[in-house]
DNA sequence: AGCACGCCGACT
DNA sequence: GTCGGCGTGCTC
């Protein structure tokens, strides 16, 4: 009950609601708008936190209010659409407010640094000028030079003086004391990002497809959705690229948005080319600076076009015009910890309330925009065939009930090989299994070699001769003795790099070369190999899945699946789905130009209907039994899924924590919302916690989110949840 | 999350 | 006697 103008404020804090404070004193009310920084005493610390509303009035007794220390900024730094989403981030996701702003602002601007940097700027007094003029040129030629300068340029930036004097700095204190220059420290708003760099190259014409997919999709105007569905080579890079180019040309920006290991330079490079313009990048590898300064660009309209992972779709936008999403079915979109958003699903929500158009492209879409098309709410744009000459590739299985497996590897597999090999051609084979083997076995006892903290085995690892824990991260010594019976231990199973190492005794006269998280995690190593295969100059490419996204080998005739069948018996009802876009996807390696490609995998389960849909209907035919699967099910995409989890150090503690927010939701009585569990995780001991959860199911979300809403406002309450972690995955992914 | 307060065990 | 363990409570 307070009279006139109160800041309603998120801290960057675990915290759910906002904290109202009297603004500072001094403030002008230009600086004390939503989307200003201002820091204020919170607790006993000091907070930079993020005006997120203006009242008349507060709750609180006045005094319990306290003044903000100081305004951070002269105008927002977020307008009232980024702040929008920003809110409407933390209610979806039920998660704080103020990690909600945290992941919307960069590092720097989180801490409180100013949105632009300050610099000094170095300039001459009038005495300073007369020294100039004067005679010091044999006394203290340095100094005389530098005064100089000074004069020359009429005052110099500290960082143009670094470059034009290394070592000024020594001169500086001297010079200040005589009064012959004066420091000023003023904001650095000059333009940092260049992004226009040539003229912009003409593109291929459009192929009759391509065309009538750039008109569906810019047809009408304000929002709408389009689920750009076009196999690899199909040419949707083009219509990108037209569409872009128009929107840019209005005037307008474009953001795209690429999975994590979409940020290929051949894409970068080739974007650039053809419009002319270098794409700001915003990825997790930017360091603070860089990433600051490239908010900046896209916030105050420089940059036309912004280029980013899943994070990027926070970014400010003066002119917002256009948001394209590739590669929409990638599940790197998901953010997996804190703030577990769907950057895909955030994109649309964003062109929806800046009512724009939203493009979705994929060679193999999810289920999720399948059915949004089949309901009416995307437009479904298909590019059906290849660009060019280049001919589809031609998939085929290897029984393994029929061919045995040596080293992971049958001689049909094999003998393609060395075919492809003796052509000229270049060959993929794919293990989504990294280390050298993932099982240590006693050859004595039959102990195997686990993890202390997970229940999960210990991944050999040759190259340095350790075992290593894929779940935690934990690393031991690989001792050759067993540990219970000092019986001689052996690897089992394969992973890439022990394929590596076979392929080599099968083809010691090619180069192969391997492309995993171990042999790339030098910097520049990936960028290294990867110009190595596109050169043709490695005739054989082992890798996991990072080989299989985005990259374009021209030579490439053949991949080999060693091991599709852990996507067949998933646990999760997501496995076939993700089977089916990870096998086209890597097939889509093969076969780009002239040459027609093959693809060759090797299950043991030759007979499960998976495989018939696959090879003859493709993903098309994949993805339509898998959505009558879903729908008979009542899962996902035909109803709406949170997941609560709990991990504690002790079982108990977590499975009464889920024990407890059962008892809440059952209480509400929302009939419609179906609460299974708690259960314990299929992997229940990670990181030594204990992990279960509790999964609510609904077909409709606006109930999910009330009960949803409720139960965690009441668990934050509930001392219990104080001991264990918990968080709440709205529309999981991994359900484990 | 931080940060303080508070009440019980083995140390200079 | 007190240094420090982490349980509990609060942050406008």
């Known amino acids: 009950m307070t009279e006139c103008c109160i800041l309603r404020v998120a801290v960057n804090a675990p915290l759910s609601q906002l904290f109202d404070y009297r603004p500072p004193p001094d403030a002008s009310p230009d600086a004390l708008r939503p989307g200003c920084r201002v820091s204020v005493p919170f607790g006993r610390r000091r907070e930079c936190a993020m005006i997120v509303e203006l009242g008349d009035s507060s709750e609180l007794p006045a005094t319990k209010l306290k003044f903000a220390h100081a305004a951070l900024d002269d105008e927002p730094l977020l307008n009232d659409a980024d702040l929008w989403l920003v809110r409407f981030v933390s209610d979806y996701y039920q998660h704080p407010i103020g990690e909600a702003v945290a992941a919307a602002l960069p590092a720097l601007l989180r801490q409180g640094k100013p949105l632009y940097p300050v610099v000094e700027h170095i300039s001459l007094t009038n005495e300073g000028a007369n020294a100039a003029a004067g005679e010091l040129t044999t006394k203290a030629p340095r100094q005389a030079a530098f005064l100089h300068r000074l004069r020359e340029r009429g005052g110099l930036t500290g960082a143009a003086l670094d470059d034009a004097m290394p070592g000024w700095k020594r001169l500086r204190k001297n010079l200040l004391a005589k009064g012959w220059i004066r420091i000023a420290e003023m904001q650095d708003t000059a333009g940092d990002i260049a992004c226009r760099t040539a003229t912009p190259q003409h593109g291929p014409a459009l192929n009759a497809d391509q065309s009538a997919a750039l008109q569906a999709i810019s047809n009408g105007a304000g929002f709408t959705v389009s689920l750009l569905d076009g196999v690899t080579g199909s040419g949707k890079t083009e219509v990108y690229l037209r569409l872009i180019d128009d929107a840019i040309r209005q005037g307008r920006q474009v953001l795209v948005l690429v999975p994590e290991i979409g940020l290929t330079p051949q894409f970068v490079a080739r974007l650039e080319l053809r419009l002319g313009i270098a794409p700001l990048l915003m990825h997790s590898g930017l360091g603070d600076n860089v990433r600051l300064a490239a908010w900046r660009a896209a916030r105050d309209g420089s940059a036309p076009l912004i280029l980013g992972t899943r994070s990027a779709v926070f970014v400010p936008l003066r002119n917002p015009g256009l948001i394209i999403v590739d590669e929409e079915h990638d599940s790197s979109f998901k953010q997996q910890e804190g703030l577990r958003y769907s950057a895909r699903d955030l994109a649309v929500a964003r062109g929806k309330k800046l009512d724009m158009p939203v493009v979705l492209g994929s060679a193999t879409p999810s289920l999720e925009s399948l059915q949004r098309c089949s309901e009416g709410h995307y437009r479904r744009v298909v590019l059906p065939v290849r660009a060019g000459k280049a001919v589809p590739p031609l998939l085929r299985l290897v029984d393994l009930a029929a061919h045995p497996v040596t080293d992971g590897l049958s001689a049909p597999i094999l003998a393609a090989m060395k075919r492809n090999l003796a052509d000229g051609g270049q060959v993929l084979v794919f293990l989504n299994r990294r280390g050298f083997a993932p099982t240590l076995i006693c050859q004595g006892c039959g102990a195997i070699a686990e993890c202390g903290r997970c229940d999960a085995r210990m991944t050999v690892h040759a190259g340095s001769n350790r075992l290593q824990c894929h779940h935690c991260g934990a690393v031991r010594a690989l001792d050759p003795k067993c540990g219970e019976c000092g019986g001689a231990v052996v690897p089992l199973g394969q992973g890439t790099e022990r394929l590596e190492e076979t392929l ?180 229940e001991r990670r990181a030594g916690r204990y992990r279960a959860q509790l999964l609510f199911q609904s077909r409709d979300r606006q109930l999910l989110h009330q009960v949803l809403h409720s139960v965690r406002s009441k668990l934050e309450r509930d001392p219990l949840s104080r001991r264990i972690r918990w968080s709440i995955d709205v529309d999981p992914i991994e359900l484990f």
């Open 504 to 683: 080599n005794a099968h083809f010691g006269d090619c180069r192969i070369v391997r492309i995993d998280s171990d042999s790339t995690r030098m910097k520049g190593s990936m960028d290294k190999a990867l110009a190595l295969a596109t050169a043709g100059e490695s005739q054989i490419l082992v890798g996991t899945q990072m080989l299989s996204k985005g990259h374009h080998f021209p030579n490439l005739t053949l991949v080999v699946v060693i091991n599709a069948d852990q996507g067949l018996f998933s646990t999760d009802f997501r496995g076939t789905e993700r089977l089916a876009q990870s096998l086209i996807q890597v097939a889509g390696r093969a076969g780009r130009e002239q040459r027609q490609g093959e693809v060759i995998i090797q299950t043991a389960f030759a007979a499960h209907p998976f495989w018939a849909e696959l090879l003859r209907g493709g993903y098309e035919r994949v993805a339509r039994a898998a959505l009558e699967e879903r729908e008979l099910c009542a899962w996902p995409p035909f109803s709406r899924l949170a997941l609560l989890r709990a991990a504690a150090a002790a079982k108990v503690d977590a499975h009464r924590f889920l024990d407890s927010a059962r008892r809440i939701a059952v209480a509400l009585h929302a009939d419609e919302v179906r609460i299974l569990g708690p259960v314990s995780a299929p992997m």
